[in-house]
Protein backbone atom coordinates (compact mmCIF):
# COMPACT_ATOMS: atom_id res chain seq x y z
CA UNK A 1 0.00 0.00 0.00
CA UNK A 2 2.83 2.31 0.86
CA UNK A 3 4.13 2.33 -2.77
CA UNK A 4 0.99 3.03 -4.01
CA UNK A 5 0.71 6.39 -2.21
CA UNK A 6 4.71 7.31 -3.04
CA UNK A 7 3.28 6.24 -6.67
CA UNK A 8 0.86 8.55 -6.63
CA UNK A 9 2.45 11.48 -4.39
CA UNK A 10 5.15 11.29 -7.18
CA UNK A 11 3.02 12.26 -9.70
CA UNK A 12 1.55 15.08 -7.81
CA UNK A 13 4.99 16.04 -7.37
CA UNK A 14 6.05 15.57 -11.18
CA UNK A 15 3.24 18.01 -11.97
CA UNK A 16 4.84 20.75 -9.75
CA UNK A 17 8.11 20.42 -10.92
CA UNK A 18 7.28 20.73 -14.47
CA UNK A 19 5.77 24.09 -13.64
CA UNK A 20 9.06 25.05 -11.95
CA UNK A 21 10.86 23.88 -14.92
CA UNK A 22 8.95 25.67 -17.05
CA UNK A 23 9.40 29.32 -15.23
CA UNK A 24 13.38 27.62 -15.14
CA UNK A 25 13.12 27.44 -18.91
CA UNK A 26 11.26 31.16 -19.15
CA UNK A 27 14.44 33.05 -17.42
CA UNK A 28 16.88 30.86 -18.53
CA UNK A 29 16.38 28.74 -21.70
CA UNK A 30 15.19 25.26 -21.81
CA UNK A 31 18.58 23.66 -21.56
CA UNK A 32 20.06 26.08 -18.80
CA UNK A 33 16.59 25.80 -16.76
CA UNK A 34 16.59 21.99 -17.09
CA UNK A 35 20.82 21.75 -16.07
CA UNK A 36 19.92 23.81 -12.82
CA UNK A 37 18.14 21.20 -12.07
CA UNK A 38 20.65 18.92 -12.61
CA UNK A 39 23.51 20.32 -11.02
CA UNK A 40 21.42 20.79 -7.87
CA UNK A 41 20.43 17.69 -7.54
CA UNK A 42 23.49 16.31 -8.08
CA UNK A 43 25.05 18.06 -5.44
CA UNK A 44 22.02 17.48 -3.25
CA UNK A 45 22.21 13.53 -3.95
CA UNK A 46 26.28 13.66 -3.49
CA UNK A 47 25.62 14.80 0.05
CA UNK A 48 22.92 12.44 0.95
CA UNK A 49 24.35 9.85 -0.05
CA UNK A 50 27.90 10.70 2.45
CA UNK A 51 25.39 11.44 5.11
CA UNK A 52 23.51 8.42 5.20
CA UNK A 53 26.80 6.76 5.25
CA UNK A 54 26.72 5.10 1.53
CA UNK A 55 30.07 6.94 0.50
CA UNK A 56 31.25 3.42 -0.25
CA UNK A 57 28.91 3.08 -3.42
CA UNK A 58 31.34 5.77 -4.99
CA UNK A 59 34.38 3.39 -5.17
CA UNK A 60 35.64 2.24 -8.87
CA UNK A 61 35.54 -0.77 -8.34
CA UNK A 62 31.13 -0.67 -7.42
CA UNK A 63 30.79 1.81 -9.67
CA UNK A 64 32.25 -0.92 -12.42
CA UNK A 65 30.49 -3.99 -10.47
CA UNK A 66 26.94 -2.30 -12.24
CA UNK A 67 26.31 -3.44 -15.72
CA UNK A 68 27.10 -0.47 -18.37
CA UNK A 69 23.31 -0.52 -19.81
CA UNK A 70 21.94 0.86 -15.65
CA UNK A 71 23.51 3.77 -16.35
CA UNK A 72 21.57 4.41 -19.48
CA UNK A 73 18.77 5.25 -17.86
CA UNK A 74 19.52 9.29 -18.01
CA UNK A 75 20.08 9.17 -21.49
CA UNK A 76 17.17 7.57 -22.35
CA UNK A 77 15.57 10.88 -20.62
CA UNK A 78 17.46 13.55 -22.55
CA UNK A 79 16.46 11.22 -25.92
CA UNK A 80 13.06 11.50 -25.21
CA UNK A 81 13.13 14.96 -24.26
CA UNK A 82 14.31 15.61 -27.78
CA UNK A 83 11.69 13.32 -29.18
CA UNK A 84 8.67 15.02 -27.14
CA UNK A 85 10.37 18.35 -28.49
CA UNK A 86 10.14 17.54 -32.13
CA UNK A 87 6.93 15.35 -32.46
CA UNK A 88 4.80 18.06 -30.26
CA UNK A 89 5.74 20.75 -32.39
CA UNK A 90 3.26 19.62 -34.67
CA UNK A 91 0.89 17.35 -33.16
CA UNK A 92 -1.83 18.69 -30.27
CA UNK A 93 -1.24 18.55 -26.89
CA UNK A 94 -3.71 15.71 -27.09
CA UNK A 95 -2.38 13.30 -29.06
CA UNK A 96 1.26 13.69 -27.88
CA UNK A 97 -0.57 13.07 -24.04
CA UNK A 98 -1.82 9.99 -25.54
CA UNK A 99 0.93 8.60 -28.02
CA UNK A 100 3.48 9.47 -25.23
CA UNK A 101 1.94 7.57 -22.56
CA UNK A 102 1.21 4.36 -24.99
CA UNK A 103 5.11 4.01 -25.93
CA UNK A 104 5.72 4.82 -21.85
CA UNK A 105 3.54 2.63 -20.36
CA UNK A 106 3.80 -0.42 -23.40
CA UNK A 107 7.37 -0.17 -22.56
CA UNK A 108 7.19 -0.26 -19.11
CA UNK A 109 5.21 -3.75 -19.69
CA UNK A 110 7.77 -5.16 -21.79
CA UNK A 111 10.46 -3.78 -19.47
CA UNK A 112 8.76 -5.86 -16.53
CA UNK A 113 8.91 -8.74 -18.27
CA UNK A 114 12.28 -8.69 -19.22
CA UNK A 115 13.65 -7.52 -15.58
CA UNK A 116 10.79 -9.20 -13.37
CA UNK A 117 9.54 -12.06 -15.35
CA UNK A 118 5.90 -10.81 -14.66
CA UNK A 119 3.48 -10.14 -17.31
CA UNK A 120 0.05 -9.91 -17.07
CA UNK A 121 -2.01 -9.66 -19.74
CA UNK A 122 -4.93 -7.88 -18.29
CA UNK A 123 -3.00 -4.69 -18.01
CA UNK A 124 -2.96 -3.88 -21.44
CA UNK A 125 -6.75 -3.60 -21.00
CA UNK A 126 -5.94 -1.50 -18.19
CA UNK A 127 -3.70 1.13 -19.89
CA UNK A 128 -6.49 0.80 -22.53
CA UNK A 129 -8.83 2.19 -20.18
CA UNK A 130 -6.28 4.64 -19.09
CA UNK A 131 -5.30 6.05 -22.20
CA UNK A 132 -9.19 6.50 -23.45
CA UNK A 133 -9.71 8.72 -19.98
CA UNK A 134 -6.52 10.84 -20.85
CA UNK A 135 -7.70 11.43 -24.45
CA UNK A 136 -11.30 11.94 -23.15
CA UNK A 137 -10.35 14.49 -20.42
CA UNK A 138 -7.76 16.35 -23.33
CA UNK A 139 -10.75 16.41 -25.76
CA UNK A 140 -13.09 18.36 -23.19
CA UNK A 141 -10.30 20.65 -22.07
CA UNK A 142 -9.71 21.65 -25.87
CA UNK A 143 -13.35 22.12 -26.19
CA UNK A 144 -12.99 24.53 -23.20
CA UNK A 145 -10.19 26.09 -24.65
CA UNK A 146 -11.82 26.46 -28.20
CA UNK A 147 -14.88 27.99 -26.64
CA UNK A 148 -13.40 30.54 -24.00
CA UNK A 149 -11.27 31.65 -27.46
CA UNK A 150 -14.57 32.27 -29.24
CA UNK A 151 -16.17 34.05 -26.39
CA UNK A 152 -13.14 36.19 -25.76
CA UNK A 153 -13.59 37.30 -29.55
CA UNK A 154 -17.44 37.67 -29.62
CA UNK A 155 -16.71 40.02 -26.45
CA UNK A 156 -14.07 42.00 -28.52
CA UNK A 157 -16.09 42.51 -31.20
CA UNK A 158 -18.94 44.02 -29.53
CA UNK B 1 2.99 10.61 -39.15
CA UNK B 2 6.31 11.08 -38.54
CA UNK B 3 5.58 13.10 -35.61
CA UNK B 4 3.27 10.25 -33.70
CA UNK B 5 6.61 7.81 -34.61
CA UNK B 6 8.94 10.58 -32.33
CA UNK B 7 6.50 10.85 -30.11
CA UNK B 8 5.58 7.20 -29.36
CA UNK B 9 9.69 6.86 -29.19
CA UNK B 10 9.82 10.29 -26.97
CA UNK B 11 7.38 7.57 -24.67
CA UNK B 12 9.43 4.79 -25.12
CA UNK B 13 12.69 6.00 -23.88
CA UNK B 14 10.80 7.52 -21.03
CA UNK B 15 9.70 3.93 -20.20
CA UNK B 16 13.70 2.65 -20.68
CA UNK B 17 14.79 5.74 -18.01
CA UNK B 18 11.92 4.53 -15.48
CA UNK B 19 13.17 0.60 -15.74
CA UNK B 20 16.77 1.33 -16.16
CA UNK B 21 16.93 3.49 -13.13
CA UNK B 22 14.75 0.93 -10.92
CA UNK B 23 17.42 -1.44 -11.95
CA UNK B 24 20.21 0.88 -10.39
CA UNK B 25 18.31 0.14 -7.23
CA UNK B 26 19.75 -3.31 -6.93
CA UNK B 27 23.29 -1.92 -6.62
CA UNK B 28 23.13 1.69 -5.16
CA UNK B 29 21.06 3.40 -2.45
CA UNK B 30 18.37 5.43 -3.32
CA UNK B 31 20.17 8.61 -3.01
CA UNK B 32 23.04 6.98 -4.95
CA UNK B 33 20.58 6.64 -8.00
CA UNK B 34 19.77 9.57 -7.87
CA UNK B 35 23.76 10.88 -8.14
CA UNK B 36 24.04 9.12 -10.88
CA UNK B 37 21.03 9.84 -12.93
CA UNK B 38 21.51 13.60 -12.62
CA UNK B 39 25.51 13.96 -13.01
CA UNK B 40 25.20 11.83 -16.16
CA UNK B 41 22.66 13.98 -17.88
CA UNK B 42 24.54 17.60 -16.10
CA UNK B 43 27.93 16.55 -17.95
CA UNK B 44 25.32 15.83 -21.45
CA UNK B 45 23.62 18.86 -21.25
CA UNK B 46 26.85 21.16 -19.96
CA UNK B 47 28.55 20.19 -22.86
CA UNK B 48 25.90 20.55 -25.42
CA UNK B 49 25.37 24.01 -23.81
CA UNK B 50 29.06 25.09 -24.12
CA UNK B 51 30.11 23.26 -27.40
CA UNK B 52 26.64 23.43 -29.60
CA UNK B 53 25.10 26.84 -28.01
CA UNK B 54 28.23 28.07 -27.33
CA UNK B 55 26.36 30.52 -24.44
CA UNK B 56 27.57 31.23 -20.82
CA UNK B 57 26.19 29.22 -18.31
CA UNK B 58 24.40 31.37 -15.52
CA UNK B 59 21.56 31.11 -13.03
CA UNK B 60 20.85 34.62 -12.34
CA UNK B 61 17.80 36.14 -12.14
CA UNK B 62 14.98 33.17 -11.40
CA UNK B 63 12.56 33.33 -8.91
CA UNK B 64 13.53 31.56 -5.45
CA UNK B 65 11.68 28.66 -5.70
CA UNK B 66 13.12 27.74 -9.18
CA UNK B 67 16.00 26.57 -6.94
CA UNK B 68 13.89 23.91 -5.41
CA UNK B 69 13.68 21.40 -8.94
CA UNK B 70 17.04 20.21 -7.70
CA UNK B 71 15.33 18.76 -4.26
CA UNK B 72 12.48 17.73 -6.27
CA UNK B 73 14.24 15.55 -8.94
CA UNK B 74 15.61 14.04 -5.94
CA UNK B 75 12.48 12.98 -4.46
CA UNK B 76 11.05 12.18 -7.65
CA UNK B 77 14.13 9.36 -8.67
CA UNK B 78 14.56 7.99 -5.89
CA UNK B 79 10.90 7.03 -4.90
CA UNK B 80 9.93 6.72 -8.45
CA UNK B 81 13.04 4.04 -8.80
CA UNK B 82 11.79 2.86 -5.07
CA UNK B 83 8.21 2.19 -6.07
CA UNK B 84 9.27 0.59 -9.86
CA UNK B 85 11.36 -1.56 -7.43
CA UNK B 86 9.03 -3.07 -5.24
CA UNK B 87 5.36 -3.17 -7.65
CA UNK B 88 7.29 -3.01 -10.89
CA UNK B 89 7.14 -0.03 -13.65
CA UNK B 90 3.61 -0.37 -15.31
CA UNK B 91 2.26 0.05 -11.95
CA UNK B 92 4.37 2.76 -10.93
CA UNK B 93 3.94 4.64 -14.13
CA UNK B 94 -0.02 4.31 -14.10
CA UNK B 95 -0.31 5.43 -10.40
CA UNK B 96 1.83 8.45 -11.08
CA UNK B 97 -0.80 9.12 -13.74
CA UNK B 98 -3.35 9.68 -11.92
CA UNK B 99 -1.74 11.82 -9.21
CA UNK B 100 -0.30 14.06 -12.02
CA UNK B 101 -4.08 14.33 -13.23
CA UNK B 102 -5.32 15.11 -9.92
CA UNK B 103 -2.59 17.84 -9.23
CA UNK B 104 -2.91 18.95 -12.99
CA UNK B 105 -6.38 19.88 -12.13
CA UNK B 106 -5.56 21.77 -8.74
CA UNK B 107 -3.04 23.57 -10.49
CA UNK B 108 -5.55 24.71 -13.42
CA UNK B 109 -8.57 25.24 -10.97
CA UNK B 110 -6.39 27.16 -8.64
CA UNK B 111 -4.32 29.35 -11.42
CA UNK B 112 -1.20 28.65 -9.50
CA UNK B 113 2.31 29.17 -11.08
CA UNK B 114 0.83 31.71 -13.08
CA UNK B 115 -1.37 28.84 -15.08
CA UNK B 116 -4.20 30.18 -16.61
CA UNK B 117 -7.19 29.23 -14.70
CA UNK B 118 -9.28 26.43 -16.11
CA UNK B 119 -12.18 25.88 -13.48
CA UNK B 120 -12.80 22.15 -12.77
CA UNK B 121 -15.98 21.17 -14.37
CA UNK B 122 -18.25 17.85 -13.28
CA UNK B 123 -18.52 16.92 -17.07
CA UNK B 124 -14.70 16.23 -16.69
CA UNK B 125 -15.06 13.51 -13.27
CA UNK B 126 -15.84 10.23 -16.21
CA UNK B 127 -12.44 10.82 -17.75
CA UNK B 128 -10.68 10.65 -14.35
CA UNK B 129 -12.77 7.90 -12.81
CA UNK B 130 -12.17 6.22 -16.64
CA UNK B 131 -8.12 6.55 -15.72
CA UNK B 132 -8.76 5.36 -12.48
CA UNK B 133 -10.22 2.04 -13.40
CA UNK B 134 -7.55 1.35 -15.52
CA UNK B 135 -4.98 2.30 -12.88
CA UNK B 136 -6.54 -0.41 -10.77
CA UNK B 137 -6.89 -2.77 -13.42
CA UNK B 138 -3.32 -2.42 -14.18
CA UNK B 139 -2.22 -2.62 -10.47
CA UNK B 140 -5.14 -5.48 -9.05
CA UNK B 141 -5.81 -6.61 -12.50
Redesign the interface.
Known amino acids: MM??V????????????K??????GE???T??G?????????????C??YI?G?GG??SLA?VR??PF?????????????I??I??????GAM??TV??????????????YV??G?F?P??I??????????A??EK??EK?FKEAVLNREEEETE | MVYFIFLILAGIFQGFMVSLNGQLGNYYSLFGICFFVHIIAAVLLFLYITLKEKKKITFRGVPKYVYTVGFMGVIMVATSSWCTLHIGATAMLSLSVIGQMISSAIVDHRGWFNATERPFHLKQLPCYLLVLAGVLVVVYG
Open positions: FYVAIANGFLNTINMVNVKACLGARALINYIEATLIAFFVTKEFHEVLYYMGSICGLIAMFLIGTVKATSLMLFGQLSTSIALDFFTRIQLGIFLILLGIWKIRE
